[in-house]
């Protein structure tokens, strides 16, 4: 069943199920960091990361000429994909509903790797890390305050503007980008539609 809005088109996992079960399987492209995909990720999709696709989105866009899926973790970081591939006049293009954990949440297989923590996961981690360490140091410099203050507005403004600035950040660190994370890989994989790992 394909659920619809303004955009992007949205479908649901049991959708995407019977599409990659029957004969006219869309191409799935994992849209999230190297590190979440090698964790778990629908077997066959590719894994462009959101920034690699937007800096590529030309290149990348000329060898869609299929029905295309986007995947992240929730379906935030696919929808910014979304937007990003609609300016190339694709109308090919669907997210799926829920991401990865809407797929693994209603039971669909997934191929598994070595663990690591997703990038939503990180950024609470560095955020509640910083919120703390300064509400502590702020007994002793009390202008430290200013600094969770600040955590504090960045996380709203994040949630207003559906982007994330550190989330950004962190996705450039080397944990979340392995060398194996080649732009150049990734079109040739896609022009060549050689199957992804």
């Known amino acids: 069943m394909t659920t619809t809005t ?8 049991a959708w995407l199920a019977e599409q990659l079960d029957g004969g006219s399987a869309p191409r799935v492209l994992d849209v999230r ?10 077997r066959g999709s590719y894994n462009v990361p959101l920034d690699t696709l937007r800096e590529h989105r030309d290149d ?22 979304e937007q990003a591939l609609a300016s190339t006049d694709l109308s090919n293009v669907k997210v799926l509903h829920g991401g990865i954990t809407a797929w693994q949440g209603a ?6 790797g070595h663990q690591r923590w997703d990038l939503e ?14 509400i502590v140091a702020s007994a002793f410099v009390p202008a430290a305050r200013w600094v969770a203050g600040g955590i504090g507005g960045g996380l709203t403004f994040a949630a207003l503007s559906n982007s994330c600035a550190m989330g950004a950040l962190l996705s450039k660190l080397p944990y979340n980008r392995p060398a194996s994370c080649d732009p150049q890989f990734l079109v040739d994989q896609l022009a060549g539609g050689s199957q992804p790992r």
């Open 6 to 13: 303004q955009t992007p088109a949205l479908v649901d996992s």
């Open 33 to 42: 960091t190297p590190a979440e995909f090698e964790t778990a990720h629908i």
């Open 60 to 81: 990348i866009a000329r060898h869609l000429d299929e029905d295309v899926v986007l995947v992240c973790r929730s379906g935030q970081r696919a929808q910014q994909a």
């Open 107 to 112: 039971g669909h297989p997934v191929k598994e």
């Open 121 to 134: 996961r990180q950024v609470r981690l560095v955020a509640g890390s910083v919120v703390l360490t300064s």
